[in-house]
């Protein structure tokens, strides 16, 4: 957990527009699928979601069904 708050602090507040209390937690979810979704994490070998999920799909299946995902 610390180091997801470490992250999220670093990548993404740090930067982010805060004019206000609605904006700041507009973009801290847009900040949370960001990461969920497409933030290289450690645990899945510094992959995203995406291409760990997309590869794992991709396993057993020839080159250009792969592309079809």
């Known amino acids: 957990a610390e180091s997801f ?3 999220i ?3 993404y507040i740090s930067i982010m527009p805060k ?3 609605l904006t700041a937690a ?3 979810a847009e900040a949370f699928e960001h990461y969920n979704e497409w ?3 450690s645990a899945l070998g510094y992959r995203s979601p995406r291409e760990y999920l997309r590869q794992r799909a991709c396993n057993g299946l020839s080159d250009n069904r792969c592309l079809e995902i």
């Open 9 to 11: 602090k670093r990548d």
């Open 19 to 21: 004019p206000d209390g």
């Open 39 to 41: 933030h290289p994490h």
């Open 5 to 7: 708050v470490k992250t």
């Open 26 to 28: 507009k973009n801290l």
